[in-house]
């Protein structure tokens, strides 16, 4: 499924749709070039689930940043810097695809084998910018 993001809000409407529909122990993969909207998503989706504003961070430099409100647990992973899948393991990767929680990893490639075989759920969303138009193209969800 394609759809156009033509302002933040519409990227906003689409996070709300989709914590609308998702469960707490789900694997969501976000790809997309820099500044397509991977983030951005991110936020909204987390504070469409009822966490609040101010809490929720890009984790560019922590690389695992999460989230614990009112019992619901929500990590949001960024592999940007991931050379090497072995890498995955000394963030605990497995661990965390273990938990009972929301995982959400942005630039998912370095993790691929992991996250084929970790027995999830898995909402993949493919952010494009091109010609000044955004879009995202969901697989296993239907909004």
């Known amino acids: 499924m ?3 993001l033509k302002t933040l809000n519409d990227t906003k409407k689409l996070a709300s749709r989709i914590a ?7 694997l969501i993969l976000l790809s997309g070039d820099l500044g397509s909207g991977k983030t951005t998503f991110t936020r909204y989706l987390i504070m469409a689930l009822g966490f609040p504003e101010d809490t929720v961070k890009s984790p560019s430099f922590t690389i ?3 989230y614990l409100h009112h019992g619901k647990s929500v990590y949001h992973i960024d ?3 991931i050379e090497k899948e072995s890498e995955l ?3 605990g990767l497995e661990e965390i695809l273990s938990e009972q929680s929301l995982v ?6 370095a993790g691929k084998k992991i996250f084929e075989n970790c ?3 898995t909402l993949k969303i493919n952010f494009c910018f091109n010609k000044g138009r955004r879009s995202a193209y969901l697989t ?3 909004i």
């Open 104 to 109: 959400i990893v942005e630039w998912p490639e």
């Open 20 to 26: 609308k529909k998702i469960k707490c122990n789900e």
């Open 89 to 91: 393991k000394e963030l």
């Open 140 to 142: 296993n969800l239907n």
């Open 64 to 66: 695992v940043q999460e």
């Open 2 to 4: 394609v759809i156009e």
């Open 119 to 121: 027995g999830r759920e």
């Open 79 to 81: 592999l940007y810097r």
